[in-house]
């Protein structure tokens, strides 16, 4: 195997010479440079990546927990991790737990044992609850955790993106809005349903408890919170689901019940997930800037590695709105 020293040997250069020239650590001559690198190519000599990780204590790669989900949004800011990591040339490890607090923590004694430089963590899932550990790596927590952990925090602003949505509803004609949600052991779940409730309260609209559902952000927990809604007497003329996966799950509900939308009922979602722009019909929906989200939680990242004992921020990102055709106009 060639090294460094069998480089110099031919080169008749110094050692350190050659890691100069190959790490670009140090300003050497043109000439020296070509020199070097001539014999680079001719013995075709590449670089331990684990050597100079073990010498720089840096391995250029990024550890990302997630707890289990089939929600389509978590899906899509990993993508954009993934991608935004490469840009800035690191390699992503990426582990799911499956909700078990145990993979918790084998995977984050994986990441110690492959020397990643740092975690983004991602709690996808509120019935999933985390043990005690301890986390010595540079952390950043994506949306949630389920408990306090001394790390960089990234959030949208939920209670806005309730808010938003359940006001287009009102200024839509809808006084009778019913909510699905996510657990309220999640408090982004808490968020939205406050948001809900103080775009009712501006309007003067009576809040209805039975009109608030609880189940889980996922695909079935819309199913089965839209079929817990439409047992009942009465019908709300329009639902907010707190997630675009949930509202995926509340058209399958309403299309078993042989209900149309918008014409018979109308749904809002949360997320601008993908999929929304091609349902049937369109979405109509509260976008979470999921780009902006990844790269602000890698730059993060990368920047608390570089500076470990700064202090710990939180940063909050804003949602907007996304009119599509879910939604019946019932006002003129």
Request: charged share 20%.
């Amino acid at each position: 195997m060639t090294t460094m020293k069998d480089i110099a040997r031919l080169a008749k250069v110094s050692t350190s010479t050659v890691s100069h020239v190959i790490n670009n650590s140090r300003f050497v001559s043109e000439e020296v440079r070509q020199k070097v690198m001539r014999v680079v190519d001719e013995l075709n000599y590449t670089p331990s990546v684990l050597a100079r990780s073990l010498k720089i204590k840096e391995t250029k790669t990024i550890g990302m927990l997630v707890t289990a989900s089939n929600n389509p949004f978590f899906a899509q800011v990993v993508a954009e991790v993934e991608r935004y990591c490469h840009q800035q040339n690191y390699q992503l490890i990426l582990t799911n737990t499956n909700d078990d607090d145990e993979l918790v923590q084998k995977n984050l004694q994986l990441f110690a044992q492959k020397q990643v430089d740092g975690v983004l963590l991602m709690c996808t899932e509120s019935h999933f609850q985390s043990t005690d550990f301890c986390l010595k790596l540079p952390s950043v927590i994506m949306d949630w955790w389920p408990e306090e952990l001394n790390a960089d925090k990234i959030f949208e602003n939920s209670e806005l993106g309730g808010y938003l949505a359940t006001r287009y509803l009102i200024e839509m004609g809808h006084q009778d809005i019913a909510i699905l949600t996510g657990s309220f052991k999640k408090s982004l779940a808490v968020n939205r349903l406050n948001g809900y409730k103080k775009a009712l309260q501006e309007a003067n609209i009576p809040l209805r408890e039975e009109w608030i559902i609880e189940k889980h952000f996922h695909f079935e927990g819309g199913i089965q919170a839209m079929q817990s809604l439409l047992k009942q007497k009465q019908r709300p003329t329009a639902v907010f689901a707190c997630s675009d996966a949930m509202a995926v799950g509340a058209y399958q509900a309403a299309w078993v019940a042989g209900l149309q939308i918008p014409q018979d009922i109308s749904i809002i979602g949360y997320d601008n997930i993908e999929l929304a722009q091609y349902m049937s019909p369109p979405l109509t929906t509260i976008h979470q800037p999921k780009k902006l989200f990844a790269q602000l939680a890698v730059d993060t990242l990368l920047a608390r590695i570089k500076n470990p004992e700064k202090k710990h921020r939180t940063f909050m990102l804003e949602p907007s709105l996304i009119i599509r055709s879910s939604v019946k106009r019932l006002i003129s």
